[in-house]
């Protein structure tokens, strides 16, 4: 949003060097943007004394999430081969446990891992191995492409700080709804954005889409770069939507990270 924004009848892209999106974009499909009807009901939703201004992965409780990554994350590496006490806990949902009695890493890595946590938690997945064959309480094993260790180290706290959003404004969301790769629409004016200078972002790009970004990522880049007569020289766009999850990028141990390898050559390259 910063590089189309207009201020003052400057595009926030004048004071940058290059253009790097990793797993997300700003621009959806034409049948998504809302119109300022749209805009004007989304608003009114959120202002309802019962609304939540925060996203809610686990209802009612915004800070849920966050609390569970900081504990987990922290136990993980702190205290790996501890069992679990998580397992017990009630108030859990059933898909972050691990069908056996497990350590703290492994109970961590088993709800976050792409392929045995839930779809819901998409954002903090990634593809680092699988569940001890054996043992009591059950370890991990690290595999595919990166460990329970560096996913654990991506959100555990450092200097009184982690990596998790535990109250995202929903605001935010519903506002990037209307960016349209700076192009003015009618929603912007409701939701107050000045996104619209799209047509002047003449910058080197790169994009990287997981699983999650599943090529949308890749589209919106090109056509930024299209609208701003971007030369097609300067644009690197990669797609692993079938092999990478959202936080692999992140976590993925160098020799086998895609998007180091791609991305370091890319700005290189392209940004001076």
Known sequence: AYATWNFNGKPGAKGLSGLVFIDGAGAREPADLPTAADAQERLDALNEPSASPFIQLVPPLPWAAGVFNAMGSLAALKDPNSRSLVGDFPLLPADL???VSSTNLAQYAYAVDADTGPENLQLVQSHIGDLAPSGDPRGWVNGQLGTAQRAAQVFTEIDGMDGTSWYHPLRLSIDAGAINNGIANPAQKVFGIKTTMGKRVHLPMYSFDTSLGDGRVKKATEALAAQSKVPKKWVRTVVRKKT???IDPLSA????????????????????
């Open 253 to 272: 141990l160098p020799a086998k990270n895609d998007f180091i390898k791609t991305l370091v050559p890319f700005l290189k390259k392209q940004v001076k």
């Open 97 to 99: 446990k691990p069908p």
């Open 244 to 246: 990478y999850a959202h």
